[in-house]
């Protein structure tokens, strides 16, 4: 038995339970500990963290505010919601299967490659040939993704092809594609967006098959083709190598049957697999408000079974299957894994590579709905920004990076190898520099999600950067470094790979001008009339002048104008006079990249 006064002296200072969700606001957690929400924000304070009463925090930080007000802190278990749990750090769904209910499912593809090289005509023809339904007549419609049957076995086409829909997936966190088929037109050759479509897939790790195209054509080449494409690091089966290569010709269908049979050999080695029997995880491929039905959405079943009448939640917003349909229109009932479908009573518009999740009912979908939107907010206050050269040593040391990816845009072609190889012999004992795509022009919006997809930073060498691939490189935060000399882009992937590298200052492009016309104002003097095509440019920004996609020229503003009129900035869609400093050659189409130097923080 204990007495009294032992009890007090073995008692810990008194620490209350509290259950604290995995996301809430300033004024909840105020809420939760009986405390005025200001007491909150001043401890929040106290740990560097400045946040309003309504600013959403994560359990980890409101643990730390709780501890430290007298409280032991407990993380809420959402029993109901936890038919999915998501990876706090990815946002992907975690999904753990029973090994034991495991069942072989149909691989999904995407067609990729140059524009023109037939991706439409050889989804077409494949369809025609040997859609699944089998109940041809029927009007088929684009809902995002269809199936075939090949010799019994299925075969799951996205619809929208592209390397471009596959890497905004996987910037997304949704990986659907497990094989890519990469069409070359074997009368032309290895093109600049094959060697994207290429390179996009290696980065996802995703096995290519080619398939030579239009094969029916006279001019058709197919060992120029093999090699061109042993020269981007492909190599074909006959030459060596483990990449199958198919001539087909989607104009006469030659060759079909041997790309469907190619693609399954591929995915067999693949062992694809997933649990019907479970309630279903799904990716959205395509999503859009139809006037007379509401919002539609085409989900692909990753694993589990999706049916009619399901509640479920897709992204952010939740509701009933109400209907769900194939690409024939042909109802479902249901539609197990890699099955599309096109399910119909959600209460808005999903986006392309969201994850929806089956729940038991209504009210689990609306939390779930809420728990959703409250973690983004959270991981959008945290926000990591993406790898960085300032960033990387810390990361490396962490042991969080194993290699640093890197896409290398050049003004020329006869850039990228000296600098690949050079940059390429930085690898170390800690961390493999790697260079998972290049090319020459500017950095493209492909090239950005190229980066956020796979955790890359983007180097640039004399060469300017297109205005939407600025504008969601700056909303995610990737690091796009513009240099004009080799030396200093070894030297500082070096020093940051050291841990050496200053933060230093960065670049922010603020806008692009397009020139229209050129003024002759002087012998050594003239003004571009340009249109604002992105941004707004201020007077005191520094200009680069791009021609043809290569930097030709920079300096500060001189002049500034519109309509004669000096002016301090001049936005989107207007049209103004710009004189550059020491430039005065300015010709018709030239681009003028604006930026400002800032302190990187
Ligand atoms: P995409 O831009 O890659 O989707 O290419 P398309 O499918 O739109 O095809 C581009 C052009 O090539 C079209 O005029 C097609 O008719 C043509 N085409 C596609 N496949 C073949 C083929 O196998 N043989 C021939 N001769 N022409 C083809």
């Known amino acids: 038995m204990t007495t009294d006064t032992e009890a007090l002296q073995e008692a810990p200072p008194e620490a209350r339970p509290i259950e604290i969700p995995r996301v809430l606001s300033v004024k909840e957690l105020g809420d939760l500990m009986s405390v005025s929400p200001v007491e909150v924000i001043k401890e929040l304070m106290k740990n560097g963290v400045m946040a309003s009463i309504n600013q959403v925090i994560d359990f980890d930080t409101a643990a730390i505010v709780a501890h430290d007000m007298g409280f032991e802190p407990l993380e809420q278990q959402l029993a109901e919601t936890a038919e999915v749990s998501v990876d706090r750090e990815t946002g992907k769904p975690q999904i753990e299967e029973d090994p034991t209910k495991l069942v072989s499912r149909p691989p999904v593809v995407t067609i990729m490659g140059h524009v023109d090289h037939g991706k439409t005509s050889l989804l077409d023809a494949i369809r025609e040939a040997k859609v699944a339904a089998g109940e041809s007549g029927g009007i088929t419609q684009h809902i995002g993704a269809y199936q075939v049957d090949y010799n019994g076995q299925l075969i799951t086409f996205l619809d929208t092809p592209g390397h471009e829909a596959f890497t905004q997936m996987r910037a997304r966190g949704a990986q659907v594609t497990d094989v890519a088929v990469v069409v070359v037109a074997a009368n032309d050759g290895v093109m600049p967006q094959t060697k994207e479509a290429i390179d996009h897939a290696k980065a996802a790790g995703v096995p290519i098959v080619i398939a030579l195209n239009k ?16 020269e981007n690091g492909v190599v074909v089966e006959d030459y060596g190598g483990e990449t199958p290569c198919v001539p087909v010709s989607a104009r006469t269908k030659v060759g079909l049957d041997d790309l469907l049979a190619n693609i399954l050999v591929v995915s067999e080695v693949l062992d694809l697999k997933a649990n019907p029997d479970r309630p279903a995880i799904a990716i959205v491929v395509e999503a859009e408000l139809s006037k007379t039905k509401g919002p539609l959405a085409t989900l692909l079943v990753k694993t589990g079974t999706l049916r009619a009448g399901d509640y479920i939640v897709v992204g952010e917003t939740s509701g009933r299957v109400k209907a769900m349909h194939d690409e024939a229109g042909k109802k479902l009932k249901q539609a197990g894994p890699s099955e599309p479908a096109e399910i119909l009573g959600l209460a808005s518009v999903p986006k ?3 994850t929806a999740v089956v729940v038991a009912d209504d009210k689990i979908a609306k939390q ?8 983004r907010e959270a991981a959008d206050l945290n926000a990591q920004p993406h790898v960085t050269l ?4 810390g990361e490396i040391s962490a042991g969080k990076l194993k290699e640093l990816n890197i896409i290398l845009k050049t003004d020329v072609q006869g850039s990228i190898e000296p600098i690949r190889q050079s940059l390429e012999k930085l690898t170390n004992e800690q961390v493999k520099v790697k260079i998972i795509h290049t090319g020459s022009g500017s950095v493209t919006e492909s090239d950005v999600m190229l980066a956020i997809a796979s955790k890359g930073i983007i180097i640039a060498f004399n060469t300017g950067t297109e205005g939407g691939a600025e504008r969601i490189g700056q909303q995610e ?8 000399v080799i030396y200093n882009i070894i030297e500082d992937v070096d020093k940051a790979l050291k841990g050496m590298l200053e933060p230093t200052f960065k670049e922010v492009v603020t806008a692009h001008a397009e020139v229209r016309q050129v003024f002759r104002v002087a012998r050594k003097n003239s003004i571009a009339g340009a249109f604002v095509r992105d941004g707004t440019i201020t007077r005191t920004d520094s200009a680069r002048i791009l021609r043809n996609g290569a930097v030709i020229a920079d300096g500060k503003i001189g002049t500034l104008k519109r309509f004669q009129e000096d002016v ?9 006079g710009i004189q550059i400093d020491g430039f005065d050659s300015f010709e018709e189409n030239d681009v003028i990249e604006f930026f400002r130097i800032e302190r990187d923080t």
């Open 477 to 484: 935060q990737v690091d796009i470094r513009r240099y004009s």
């Open 568 to 576: 301090r900035d001049v936005a989107t869609n207007f049209e103004c």
């Open 352 to 354: 392309a590579g969201e």
């Open 390 to 393: 300032d960033t990387l040593f």
């Open 368 to 375: 779930t709905v809420i728990d959703r939107i409250r973690q």
């Open 215 to 230: 094969i029916d054509l006279d001019d058709a080449n197919i060992d120029k083709i093999k090699s061109e494409l042993s």
